[in-house]
């Protein structure tokens, strides 16, 4: 059975044409699910923390230090 199944030289068009349906949408819900997956890996991660100017950040930093001593 499985050699009828894989010897295609017999196969109509109909059954070419189910088998690259079947074979692309395969495909397609291993690229949606690989998305998913990536999403989700992203959405664990710490928050994402722009690469500031140096002098910007030590402007940010200066100003979180002043409300701390404030409190």
């Not at 050699?3 to 088998?19: K, V």
């Not at 959405?43 to 002043?66: D, F, G, H, V």
Request: charge should be positive.
């Amino acid at each position: 059975m499985l050699s009828d199944l894989i010897n295609t030289s017999g196969w109509t068009h109909e059954q070419w044409l189910a088998a690259c349906i079947l074979v692309f949408s395969i495909l397609s819900v291993a690229v949606v699910l690989r998305q998913l997956l990536k999403l989700f890996r992203m959405t664990k991660k710490t928050s994402y923390q722009p690469n500031l100017r140096p002098l910007r950040r030590r402007r940010i930093s200066a100003k979180r230090e002043s409300e701390d001593q404030d409190e």
